[in-house]
């Protein structure tokens, strides 16, 4: 088997406050294999953003820093290079599409700007044949009339006319991999439909690796191959999207999974949802053991795990989990108890 | 018996208008382009669409928080549409309205004790020592600890600002609420804590709701009938379970087909189906 294209090794990121340290990715390993698309899951501040730039070298800095792991691409640790050297990785092997197409696209500028810009920073070639690329790139991503759209403004496009912009701009690289920072959170239901659609064709097509980060449970199931779990600056749980959906772990999935209104369920309107009580811990001072733990109705058995932070460890081939009372565990527990 | 609330042929127009100093109407655009529905005591009514179809300004049109252009607004028997000044404040002791943004919607520069005295006092409900204690009550009602009244609300999360909101609008007791989408900003977690929350307070209180959201899981797990909008109408409703298993009209079926479901065993044929549904809905 060949190595992974990106492998991220207990990636540390921290932000150095007036209030004190804040721990936003506070150990985090994942790996994306070539073409395909790894889930980035978790709620609000749970660090999945941040560790989408630290990859990429774009956390504000100050005040954030990466104050330890790996970030290896294809064989190089990106946390190593110059600014010079993280640039062109940028332009030319990693992309990275935002939420609001808004505002990461110029308000001022003319998608034809935009994209010939893009297009000639990294690939040298003139400008005729930089808009002819720009008006493939905007047919392949779905936008009809390209050659007339490439003259107008953002503004005059739709929300999901205007993220299929940003998909083609992030295209025009060919990158090796493209990261998705809640691609559809902005757009209606329909229209992220066709989005995520797009974004798997693409990849199909153009043999692309994929990070996709996003709270919504259901656009993992959707796009990802591979799913990680966040929670309070960790990886909690990791597998693949079939193995995670149907043997979740952590009590955390578990409960995510659980606090889910379910689209299908004629008997949801009598029932309650199964909350997840309280909330995450404040990252300016997270506990010292399981940082799921006071949320967790497991936790406080004997083996100390509020104390004793657990280990991310692989349960099955493939599934990783950071607790010391993942499901099948607690299963075979109460089997081998005797009766 | 007749329902708590009856809404008829509500129209709501807007005017576009062109110039950046000589504004001038070009054209007229119905947000609510005739919505008929009713709602009984103590049910909830799922309102659900897109973004721009309407829904928030039929919310905003049946409490008068926006005046509708033309069309019937009884609740409680009364006309509210031909209300104004008092006669109107007095009604809206009964119907009440939780806001999407819990960020936005408190007044940050209020305790939270004050936000959710705020309706008592406007209507002169009870002396301050009755109000005093009634907030308590309701602080401790939607799960918040009253020992924080003296707190503003920037101390506190999404969920417990949502709490906040919630309180305030159950100060006076209403008999109708409109939700106008109270979840979509808060995490999962936090967001089934407050769904079961909207759910109890109604079996407690007899409470009606009109829940407004785009979310449609989450309008199926509190609602007993739906209505789904699109530009301006109501193009389907009817009970929750027939509109979800048996949609009619080509624009639900396809807005179901797009909610992604957390199976993925069951992506490629829920892709399919999405195709097969293709220009139901506009791009």
Redesign the interface.
């Known amino acids: 088997m060949s190595a992974p294209l990106l492998e991220v090794r207990d990636l540390r990121t921290h932000f150095f406050t007036r209030e004190g340290v804040v721990r936003a990715v506070d150990g985090v390993s994942l790996s994306v294999d070539r073409g395909r698309t790894l889930g980035l899951v978790g709620e609000s501040g749970c660090g999945k953003s941040v560790t989408a730039l630290s990859i990429i070298g774009l956390i504000p800095k100050p005040p954030a820093r990466i104050v330890g792991g790996e970030v290896i691409f294809d064989g190089r640790d990106l946390t190593k290079l110059s600014e010079r050297e993280l640039e062109d990785v940028r332009g030319e092997r990693i992309a990275m599409i935002f939420q609001d197409p808004m505002t990461s696209l110029n308000p001022t500028l003319t998608i034809e700007t935009q994209l010939v810009e893009t297009i000639r920073r990294h690939n040298d070639v003139s400008k005729r044949e930089a808009r002819r690329r720009g008006i493939e790139l905007l047919d392949e991503v779905g936008i009809p009339n390209p050659d007339a759209r490439i003259r107008d403004y953002p503004h005059h496009l739709s929300g999901g006319m205007r993220q299929r912009v940003m998909i083609a701009i992030a295209l025009s690289c060919e990158p090796d991999l493209l990261i998705a920072d809640e691609p559809t959170t902005a757009l209606d239901v329909t229209v992220q439909a066709q989005v995520l659609d797009l974004l798997d064709e693409l990849r199909r097509e153009h043999d692309m690796a994929m990070i996709v980060i996003t709270h919504d449970m259901g656009v993992i199931a959707e796009v990802a191959d591979q799913v990680a779990v966040m929670y309070a600056g960790q990886i909690v749980e990791q597998a693949s999207a079939v193995e995670l959906f149907a043997r979740p772990e952590h009590p955390y999935t578990e409960a995510l999974l659980g606090a889910l209104p379910q689209l299908e369920d004629a008997a949801s309107r009598a029932g309650r949802l199964t909350a997840i009580p309280g909330r995450p811990p404040s990252l300016l001072d997270p506990p010292e053991g399981c940082r799921f733990a006071a949320r967790c109705p497991y936790a406080g058995e004997p083996d100390g795990c509020a104390e004793h932070p657990p280990e991310l460890r692989e349960l099955r081939p493939g599934h990783l989990v950071r607790s010391e009372h993942p499901a099948s565990e607690r299963a075979r527990s109460r089997e081998g108890a005797p009766a | 018996m007749s329902a708590l609330l009856e809404v008829r042929d509500l129209v709501k127009r807007f005017p576009v208008k062109r110039g950046l100093f000589f504004e001038r109407t070009v054209d007229y655009v119905d947000a609510v382009a005739g919505v008929s529905f009713d709602i009984a005591a103590g049910e909830t009514l799922g309102l659900v669409g897109?973004?721009g179809s309407g829904k928030s300004t039929t919310g905003f049109c049946v409490l008068q928080l926006m005046r509708p252009t033309s069309g019937s607004v009884r609740f409680e028997g009364r006309e509210l549409t031909e209300l104004s000044g008092e006669e109107l404040r007095r009604v809206r002791r009964n119907a009440q309205i939780v806001f999407q943004d819990p960020y936005s919607s408190l007044d940050p520069r209020m305790t939270v004790g004050n936000i959710v005295a705020e309706p008592l006092v406007v209507h002169g409900v009870g002396t301050r020592r009755d109000r005093r204690a009634r907030v308590r009550e309701l602080l401790d009602v939607v799960g918040f600890d009253p020992m924080y009244v003296n707190r503003y609300p920037h101390e506190f999360?999404g969920?417990q600002r949502q709490r906040i909101g919630i309180a305030r609008a159950l100060a006076l007791s209403p008999r109708l609420i409109v939700c106008d989408e109270p979840v979509s900003a808060l995490?999962?977690?936090?967001?089934?804590?407050i769904?079961?929350l909207l759910?109890d307070l109604q079996a407690e209180f007899g409470l009606a709701y009109l829940f407004i959201a785009?979310?449609?899981?989450?309008v199926?797990?509190?609602?007993?009938r739906i209505a789904v909008m699109h530009r301006g109408r109501i193009v389907e409703s009817g009970p929750?379970?027939q509109v979800?298993?048996h949609p009619q009209v080509a624009y639900t079926k396809?807005?179901?087909?797009?909610?992604?479901?957390?199976?993925?065993?069951r992506?490629q044929e829920r892709?399919a189906e999405?195709r097969r549904l293709q220009g139901a809905?506009a791009?």
């Open positions: 897109e973004s999360s969920g995490d999962v977690s936090i967001q089934a804590q769904i079961n759910k785009h979310d449609l899981a989450v199926r797990s509190v609602s007993d929750a379970k979800y298993e396809a807005l179901l087909a797009s909610v992604p479901v957390p199976d993925p065993g992506m892709k999405r809905v791009m």
